[in-house]
């Protein structure tokens, strides 16, 4: 595929341009001690409910905030971490879980039983994973404050994998009342029990977000610190996200000591930030798969025919060099449903991802499959400069195809809740968007693989035999039997095309160099310190 003229992603040269950007820098204090973070997120915290929205700056904001019953280590191993511990029955289809003592809500209020239950509740009936719990419970309940059970039609082994899941929607444990919202409307009182406050009169929507150190948490006792689970020690006073979506602006704060860690840097930006000795620049250990995804409600894209057509014009290195640049150790291409990382990843059905363009092949299925010149609305965050190159190629893929795209720009937290409309474009629907995805390791959290129709994430694709491989994932034996049903499924995703895989990174983030025992993959802010 020939990429535009103008680069997709429009970097900013900054040879010799740091002084001058940093005229451009927020005014920012200099940190001092443990008691202040400064925090750069990859986009504005728009949405506050982790239930509610799926968006990975509302997932980092709910792990300060909230706590969960389980917690999940590097390779996503789950291990206690509300809870004390858990007993299994000998049929495999009882689990009784003990909370820990001394735990409280951040209004004070004891965390029981009950919260967790309702919290349990809501977070099923709209998580993927949440709604296999849901379906296979016969009963969860609060025993006493204490104690929960849960009955199970048949045995389900990953409970706990389930209830310390990572990525979207996570399941936080709220007080009941709260927990009581139907998980269709949004939760913004953030009263939870995690190590951070909320500071709810300190937050400027699209400038900052503040967060006070949770004075009642206890950490667990026990385990080693190792993602989400072990110990969750706060160290800092007082932690500010500050909104700086221009990267050459939040690089010369970072380099002039006004802020502390940028989530997500350009590789462009990089080299310049290595040469200052007060700054670290680090690729992340976990590699994030990004997609394109369909509305599958309205023309064209409702026509699994003209999705298929478009897989013959998506190169992949194509989208990632666009969005991530041309370091080798930032991306990976040639890439299905499953991360590279995961035992289920494979090659089934990609040979058309592999295999040379052939624009004009593309046009003639596209006109065989009965596109009639339809507009194609293209959601695009315009600051979220990674996702932004990702729409342009996709976008300008779909305009070489000779399809009619209409490219819609606004903010990641505008795109992030236009695209839950289910209306057609003339109504302010849309077409397609691209995103990244922090769960692909297997079908169980993977967001894009549920095809439930109504029940499924935003382009509500629906497709049963999709949905019957799912649960017969969760009915195999051992690994052998899993890998299996992933190739069967990869090879139905590639028929279908609920959405198209454009290939995985690496975060490359950016950190002041007297911070220790950073997290190289979620971004979380329990157990760093600063040195000196």
Not at 205 to 216: D, I, P, T
Request: hydrophobic share 40%; with cysteine.
């Amino acid at each position: 595929m020939r990429l535009p003229t103008t680069p997709p992603i429009r970097r900013r040269t900054l040879l010799g341009a740091a002084a001058a950007a940093s005229f451009a820098t927020p005014r920012l204090a200099r940190a001092q001690g443990n008691k202040l973070l400064r925090f750069v997120p990859q986009a504005d915290l728009a949405v506050l409910d982790p239930i509610f929205s799926t968006a990975t700056v509302t997932t980092n904001h709910a792990f300060m905030v909230f706590d969960t019953l389980y917690g999940l280590d590097a390779q996503y191993q789950p291990h206690p971490q509300m809870v004390a511990g858990h007993e299994v029955s000998d049929d495999n289809k009882t689990w009784v879980l003990t909370l820990r003592e001394g735990l409280k809500f951040h209004d004070g209020e004891p965390v029981r039983a009950k919260d967790c239950v309702a919290s349990i509740r809501r977070w099923g009936s709209r998580d993927m994973y949440g709604q296999e719990v849901l379906s296979v419970a016969d009963e969860i309940v609060a025993v006493d404050d204490r104690t929960i059970r849960f009955r199970f039609k048949r045995p389900f082994p990953t409970l706990p994998a389930a209830l310390g899941k990572v990525g979207a929607s996570l399941c936080i444990i709220m007080p009941e009342r709260l927990a009581a919202t139907p998980s269709s409307q949004q939760v913004t009182e953030m009263i939870g029990s995690g190590p951070y406050r909320f500071v709810t009169n300190e937050r400027l929507a699209g400038a900052r977000v503040v967060y006070a150190r949770n004075e009642q948490y206890v950490p667990r006792p026990d385990g080693t610190p190792d993602r989400t689970a072990g110990p969750k020690r706060a160290n800092f006073e007082r932690v500010e996200w500050h909104i700086i979506p221009d990267q050459s602006t939040a690089a010369a704060a970072l380099m002039n000591g006004e802020i502390d860690w940028i989530e997500s840097t350009s590789s462009d930006i990089a080299p310049m930030l290595s040469r200052n000795r007060q700054v670290k620049v680090a690729y992340g250990d976990d590699f994030y798969s990004t997609i394109l995804r369909f509305n599958h409600l309205q023309a064209p894209f409702n026509n699994p025919a003209i999705r298929r057509a478009l897989l013959g014009g998506i190169n992949q290195e194509d989208m990632m060099q666009a969005a991530y640049g041309t370091d080798p150790q930032a991306w990976k291409a040639g890439v299905g449903c499953f991360s590279s990382d995961s035992p289920l990843a494979n090659d089934a059905g990609l040979e058309v991802l592999k295999g040379p363009r052939d624009m004009a092949k593309v046009k003639r299925d596209l006109a065989a499959a009965g596109y009639n010149g339809e507009r194609v609305v293209m959601l695009q965050a315009e600051d979220y400069p990674t996702l932004r190159a990702l729409a342009e190629v996709s976008a300008h893929v779909m305009r070489e195809a000779g399809m009619n795209v209409d490219s819609q720009s606004g903010d990641w937290g505008t795109i992030s809740q236009r695209r839950s409309s289910r209306e057609p474009v003339e109504k302010g629907g849309w077409s397609a968007f691209c995103t990244g995805l922090s769960t692909t390791i297997d079908p169980a959290g993977h967001l894009a693989l549920r095809t439930n129709g109504a029940r499924a994430w935003f382009g509500w694709p629906d497709n049963a035999k999709i949905e019957a491989l799912r649960q017969d994932w969760f009915a195999a034996p051992d690994l052998a039997a899993q890998k299996q049903i992933a190739r069967a499924l990869q090879t139905e995703v590639m028929q279908d095309v609920p959405y198209v895989p454009l290939g995985e990174y690496r975060r490359l983030q950016a950190y002041r160099s007297d911070l220790t025992d950073m997290a190289m993959g979620q971004a979380v802010f329990w157990n760093i310190k600063r040195t000196g």
